[in-house]
Each structure stands twice: as C-alpha cells, then as structure tokens.
Nanobody, 128 residues
Framework: VQLQASGGGLVQPGDSLSLTCAASGWLLGNYPVGWFRQPPGKEREFVAAISRSGIDTVYTDSVKGRFTISRHNPQNTVYLQMTSLKPEDTAVYYC??????????????????????WGQGTEVTVSS
C-alpha cells in the first residue's frame, strides 16, 4: 500500500497550484481520502477530504472557496486544486486514506488519527 503526493513548489501569493495524490498497487477509489498540511513549526492540520464516490467533500474554513478536492478513480488519483494562495498556506502537504466502508462522515474525516495510510508529503511554499 503506497500513496504518493506530488505537485508542490514555490509560488507567489495569489498563484495557483495543483497537488496530486496517487496510489500504486491498490484501488484508492475504495477509500475516503484527506489532505492535511503541516506548517513550519506547527502541528499537522486538516485541509480537505473527499468521499469514495467523490460526491461528498469537506474543507477547513481557511481554504473554503480557494481549494477544491476532487478525485478520478479510474486513474487512482485524488487532487487538491489550490488557488489564491497565501503565505499562510506554506506547509508540507500530505494525503491520507482511511480503510473504511462506512458512510462518509465529515466530522470524522477531519481527524488525523482515523487515516490508515499516508503519503510522504509535498512541500508548498508561498512567498514573494
């Protein structure tokens, strides 16, 4: 079971960036997926999550209207499209998958501890 996050980089405030979470050797479409981030010197925090079908999503308040989580199950990938980036979005971004067949629960999806599989992280730096 392997997850790989990619797409990070150095951008300027107001720019856009798209992150990709890819799975190899297993079907990511069977699992809800979350994106988390860890700013420098801070704890890991929830960013967004998506249900297995892709119909249900949830976001932390600070990214609502700017970030969009989506998935393409045939390609075994989940995306995080980030727009209007701010310096406070600077962090290492991680994707994670929860091994569950339960109905998507937005409150549960915010919790780091429910996720069984984690990618290695991709760094996003927003700076002028």
């Amino acid at each position: 079971v392997q997850l790989q996050a990619s797409g990070g980089g150095l951008v300027q405030p107001g720019d856009s960036l798209s992150l990709t979470c890819a799975a190899s050797g297993w079907l990511l479409g069977n699992y809800p997926v979350g994106w988390f981030r860890q700013p420098p010197g801070k704890e890991r925090e929830f960013v967004a999550a998506i249900s297995r079908s892709g119909i249900d999503t949830v976001y932390t308040d600070s990214v609502k209207g700017r970030f969009t989580i989506s998935r393409h199950n045939p390609q075994n990938t989940v995306y995080l499209q980030m727009t209007s980036l701010k310096p406070e979005d600077t962090a290492v971004y991680y994707c994670a998958a929860e091994r569950t067949l339960a109905t998507f629960n937005p409150s549960r999806a915010r919790q780091t501890e429910v996720y069984n599989y984690w990618g290695q992280g991709t760094e996003v730096t927003v700076s002028s």
